[in-house]
């Protein structure tokens, strides 16, 4: 299973774009990246995946470059409701699947 | 979208007690369901494996005899905690495997044992 590996937390604006990095030096030919939120006493919310290049949604990108060993996940003009837990996950289907979560980005949005 | 719910969201019960937390997919079947458990400011720790129509495959320190997990359908997961203890309190998450890679969590069950 690839280990992912993010900023402990960061801080951030209302209004301002925020970009959360992830390594997963050791993803596989068949991995996924996928991206969760989570509020306090929730489940995770499925927020963004992909496989290469750029992903968008009505919610956020994903940007993924070519060697695959790195993900962005951008959240443009955060508002106060974004302050959350982010979670970057790397998993197949092959093989067995399950996703096994890192300590995520705590992202505090300020007014 | 694709949607799990949990019930009960919520439990409180008595030390040596039984506690079963259901885990249902509502819009779709899934082969796979997923337990975690996670405590206050912690990640999500991941319990069990569960497929439908076998045995569920424990994490590596997770008492099977102590979480008994049912994938009865494939819309059905349930998790029971067995004689329950102060150390078991904690939030229970389920997920469910939709279309191959994306998982989808419920909402999670608070679990405190007295």
């Known amino acids: 299973l690839a280990k992912t590996t993010q900023p402990i937390s960061m801080d951030s604006y209302e209004g301002q774009e925020v970009n959360i990095t992830c390594s997963h030096n050791?993803?596989?030919?068949?991995?996924?990246i996928t991206w969760y939120q989570q509020f306090p006493s929730q489940g995770p919310r499925f927020i963004i995946q992909?496989?290469?290049t750029k992903v968008t949604n009505e919610v956020a990108s994903l940007f993924i470059p070519a060697d695959r060993k790195s993900s962005t996940l951008s959240l443009p003009r955060v508002s106060l409701s974004d302050t959350a837990v982010y979670y970057c996950?790397?998993?197949?289907?092959?093989?067995?699947?399950?996703?096994?979560f890192g300590a995520g980005t705590r992202l505090f949005v300020k007014a | 979208g694709a949607v799990v719910s949990q019930h009960p969201s919520r439990v409180i019960c008595k030390s040596g007690t039984s506690v079963k937390i259901e885990c249902r997919s509502l819009?779709?079947?899934?082969?796979?369901m997923f337990w975690y458990r996670q405590f206050p400011k912690q990640s999500l720790m991941l319990m069990a494996t569960?497929?439908?129509?076998?045995?569920?495959?424990?994490e590596q320190g997770v008492e099977k005899d102590k979480f008994l997990i049912n994938h009865a359908s494939l819309t059905l997961s349930t998790l029971t905690v067995t004689s329950a203890h102060p150390e078991d309190s904690s939030f229970y998450i389920c997920?469910?495997?939709?279309?191959?890679?994306?998982?989808?969590f419920g909402p999670g069950t608070r679990l405190l044992v007295l």
């Open positions: 996950l790397v998993g197949s289907n092959t093989g067995g699947f399950k996703t096994i």
């Open positions: 819009d779709f079947q899934a082969t796979t």
């Open positions: 997920s469910a495997r939709f279309r191959g890679e994306t998982q989808y």
């Open positions: 050791n993803i596989a030919t068949n991995d996924y």
């Open positions: 992909g496989y290469k």
């Open positions: 569960s497929n439908e129509g076998s045995k569920a495959t424990y």
